[in-house]
């Protein structure tokens, strides 16, 4: 062949490609074209038909509901649900019958879905359905009247109601994220489940008189279960579910059964089969549950709340079987037969707040609810439970008889190793070692005598348990129990040899304790008034009460410090209510024999007498102890509340009381501090004292009435006394001696309120008397003998702070006031007459007063232990008088004897 025949065939073949390739291209403009028009043309009758589509359905829904369907709006749409025409309903509400504030009905939207060359042709009917985003409430009242009774039956329909031809034949429906309450109150039902998707297709109408025939409903849902609350008790709160499996329907017969739906509770899966339906006399249920692989877990969820959040943590490992029954006719006086029993083969359990597993457990349950009339004929035993925990054999057993008030037969014996169960006992407990021994624990009685502490003693409650070596770290305070024995004799509870150990404290415990199983059963809100009433003693050698006040005060310091600002008050708080929720079950008394006591500064020793609780009240009472390089009797009530208040009796003899002040931390307040006063204190004091919730003084409510004698004392470098400069050597304003002061005084709204008293120093003698504030606001009056002030500036310091000598006679006397704030602007004034009338009035009206509320105080301490204090009004002595004309240094001198 010829090289041009070659060259026209090529030429051919391209064009003949390049036709090829023009008619695809064309036939592709061509589809994408159609495409584009038919999706315009959709649009275009889905706007041309979307008022008269939409409107025809809400009318047609209204004219067969008793209520009206309200929307914001209605729209048609033929693409989405392509090939399928959808009507979207957004925003609906149904209301329900009965007067309900709740809507029935509560989404986002509603889509009905039916076909679009159908719809085009006018034949309108609808065959699926979309429920998205909202509630559906279902409420039954005591009186059986129902809120969803909505449609309206055939004679209630109107001869008016003109037909159309738009059909709901629904054949599939799905919902989403969808919340559905049932509240049932004749049953006492409330169930709050969420769907989050669930589908159901089948043959099925919502009007019973349309489809009074038999079909088929497949359905599966994914659900969340809020809680299923019956009568008082809650379960499955906070709980996965599904299902999937086919329902046969009888609707004119009301007949369902049920072949082999499938039920997931978290994960486990359960077969159920059989029937419910509706007979003359109630509703018959024929059902049969079982599983093969059944996980303890899972079961755990069916318990109700209050356990689950503990036991329903159970995990089992090893052949877990599980079978169940309900068989008989449910009426409002009979329940039917529910009967369940599952058991563990040789398997393993574990939890998370346990370290590592019980193994080699074996066990069997069997529950039935008796004969579904009479509560207290359900059983519900655990029969041979055996199990080995850190290689220590536990054996349990367990019978309960009755619902509402069971009766529970219960028996244990094993060794508990504290390493493997200590995450029981609260986050506050980090570690553990050591055993709690058990033998032959026997529990008999109903559960309410148990709560009761007027029938407790009905109750056979008998075993020992005895500590070997345990040790628990509490809120990071390592604790011992090295040895002890607790034996149980029905409600009686023997303690011996209790030997308590942390790194600052040692206490031994001996008494004998009643009511404890009314104060571990109790509620939150220890309705029944449980209390452990005791006669105890308790010998310490050490005991650092910081440090066991952190093993049971909840929260510690270090904890609070570390948590966000906004947080630390509200941890503070809870420490409070939770010492006073704890002491509220306390009633009895403590002989207590301490050694050596510490509580924050202030360290004591040969503490000893009685200690009382009750109410939430520690009482302390002619309780004697070494303290201060001094004696101290000290009578008090501590109330442990939200809000902690203290009353205190203290009779003080021989103080250090410049010990007194620092281990006092100087009473919260700056002016008269340790470092400013050395002496000896002989004193009766009473206090109230008051805390906020947060454990911050409350200044104002403070009340201290005192009747005080300091001997050999000292005033060091008091800023108050710096004003007198002027008048007196600074180095002996610096270091005053004085040889006695006694003096009665009060705090009161913030004020310390010092009558007059008579002060012989070595500086000057003076009669003070007035008030000084917490926000440091003063106000004092002073007589001064002048002569003496005068005689003393010109004389050489006295560097052995020997006191000036009172005199009878001298030239003049000076009134003076002091006024203002201690830090800021503070005033002298000399000569103003109403400081006398002061003075005189404090004499002769304000000390006796302090002196009657000092004998009304103490008269309040009735504790028959307590010493009895005489108190004295202090009387005036002569050289308190105006002094008369001074005549220079002759004349008898003398030192006052008395004050």
């Not at 036939?27 to 041309?48: D, E, N, R």
């Not at 348990?465 to 409600?491: M, Y």
């Not at 008048?727 to 270091?735: E, Y």
Request: negative net charge; glycine residues 8%; contains cysteine.
């Amino acid at each position: 062949m010829s090289v041009d025949n070659y060259k026209k065939r090529d030429e051919q073949k391209k064009a003949q490609k390049k036709r090829k390739k023009g008619r695809v291209k064309f036939l592709f403009k061509l589809i994408g074209s159609l495409f584009l028009i038919s999706i315009i043309s959709l649009i275009v009758i889905a706007a041309i038909f979307e008022k008269q589509i939409a409107g025809m359905v809400i009318n047609t829904l209204n004219k067969q509901l008793k209520t009206d369907l309200q929307v914001s709006e209605a729209s048609l749409s033929l693409i989405w649900k392509f090939p399928q025409a959808a009507v979207y309903l957004n925003d609906a509400k149904i209301d329900g019958v009965g007067g309900q504030e709740e809507k029935l009905l509560d989404v986002k939207s509603i889509s009905l879905q039916c076909g679009t060359l159908g719809l085009l042709m006018g034949d309108y009917n609808f065959t699926s359905i979309s429920i998205n985003e909202g509630s559906l409430f279902i409420y039954s009242d005591e009186k059986g009247h129902v809120n969803y009774d909505i449609f309206k039956s055939s004679a209630e329909k109107t001869e008016t109601d003109e037909s159309t031809d738009l059909n709901l034949s629904i054949s599939d429906a799905t919902l989403s994220n969808i919340t559905i309450h049932y509240v049932d109150k004749a049953a006492a039902y409330d169930i709050k489940v969420r769907a989050s998707s669930a589908d159901f297709a089948g043959d099925f109408i919502i009007d019973n008189e349309v489809n009074a025939n038999q079909h088929t409903m497949t359905s599966y849902a994914e659900l969340f279960s809020e809680h299923i609350t019956i009568g008082e008790t809650t379960y499955m709160k906070g709980t996965n579910l599904a299902y999937n499996g086919s329902v046969d329907l009888d609707l004119a017969a009301e007949i369902y059964s049920f072949d082999n739906i499938k039920l997931y509770i978290e994960g486990n899966q359960f077969n159920m089969h059989g029937s419910v339906k509706k007979v003359d006399k109630g509703t018959e249920y024929n059902l049969l549950f079982d599983s093969k692989k059944a996980l303890l877990g899972s079961l755990m969820q069916l318990i109700p709340e209050q356990y689950a959040a503990t036991l329903g943590q159970f995990e089992s490992y090893g052949k877990l079987s599980f079978n169940a029954r309900v068989n008989g006719i449910s009426s409002k006086r009979i329940a039917p037969i529910v009967e369940v029993q599952f058991g563990l083969k040789d398997g393993r359990i574990t939890h998370p707040n346990m370290a590592g597993s019980m193994k080699n457990v074996n066990f069997d349950v069997h529950f039935t609810n008796g004969n579904g009339i009479d509560d207290q004929t359900a059983k519900l035993k655990l029969i041979g439970f055996q199990a080995n925990l850190n290689n220590q054999p536990i054996n349990l057993s367990w019978e309960m008889v009755g619902l509402e008030n069971p009766t529970i037969t219960m028996g244990l014996d094993g060794k508990i190793p504290l390493d493997a169960v200590y995450g029981f006992f609260g986050n506050t407990v980090t570690e553990g070692s050591g055993w709690i021994e058990i033998a032959q624990l026997s529990l008999n009685g109903r559960l309410k005598d148990m709560t009761s502490m007027y029938r407790i003693p009905r109750v056979k409650l008998n075993g020992l348990v005895n500590f070997n070596q345990a040790h628990l770290l509490v809120n990071n305070v390592p604790t011992n129990i090295e040895t002890g024995e607790l034996s149980l004799d029905n409600n009686a509870f023997n303690v011996t040899n209790l030997t308590f150990k942390t790194a600052k404290s040692d206490m031994v415990f001996n008494g004998d304790f009643q009511n404890i199983l009314p104060v571990l059963l109790s509620d939150s809100l220890n309705s029944q008034n449980a209390k452990l009433t005791f006669q105890a003693s308790l010998n310490s050698q050490k005991m650092d009460l910081d440090e066991l006040l952190a093993i049971g005060g909840g929260h510690t310091a270090e904890e609070i410090e570390a948590a966000a600002v906004e947080d630390q008050d509200s941890l503070k708080q809870e420490n409070f209510e939770r010492r006073a929720y704890r002491t509220s079950f306390l009633k009895g008394t403590f002989i207590t024999n301490i050694v050596e006591l510490q509580y924050g500064n202030v360290l004591a020793k040969n503490f000893n007498g009685a200690v009382e609780f009750d109410k939430s009240v520690m009482q302390l009472k002619g309780v004697k102890v070494d303290a201060m390089d001094g004696l101290f009797e000290l009578n008090s009530k501590i109330y442990f509340e939200k809000e902690p208040r203290l009353e205190l009796f203290l009779d003080c003899n021989n103080i250090d009381i410049q010990e007194f002040l620092a281990q006092l931390d100087n009473f919260g307040q700056d002016v008269l501090t340790a470092e400013h006063l050395r002496g000896r204190l002989k004193s009766l004091i009473k206090v109230n004292l008051f805390l906020d919730s947060l454990g911050n003084f409350k200044n104002e409510d403070l009340f201290v009435v005192a009747d005080v004698e300091i001997t050999n004392g000292e005033l060091i470098n008091l800023k108050m006394l710096e004003g007198f400069s002027s008048f007196i050597k600074m180095r002996d304003l610096q270091h005053i001696a004085f040889t006695k002061l006694k003096n009665q005084f009060k705090i009161e709204h913030g004020k310390f309120i010092l009558p007059a008293m008579f002060i012989q120093s070595n500086a000057l003698n003076l009669v003070v008397g007035g008030q000084y504030s917490f926000n440091h606001d003063l106000d004092f009056k002073i007589k001064i003998n002048a002569g003496q002030v005068i005689a003393n500036k010109f004389k050489r310091y006295n560097p052995d702070k020997t006191a000036i000598k009172a005199r009878q006679q001298g030239l003049f006397n000076i009134y003076a006031r002091i006024m203002g704030n201690l830090y800021g602007d503070y005033d002298y004034k000399i000569g103003p007459k109403h400081s006398k009338k002061f003075l005189d009035a404090q004499l002769s009206q304000e000390l006796p007063a302090i002196t009657n509320t000092l004998r009304a105080e103490f008269a309040k301490n009735n504790n028959i232990e307590a010493s009895q204090p005489t108190i004295q009004p202090l009387a005036q002595p002569k050289e308190w008088e105006d002094i008369p004309e001074y005549n220079g240094e002759e004349g008898d001198l003398e030192y006052i004897d008395g004050f």
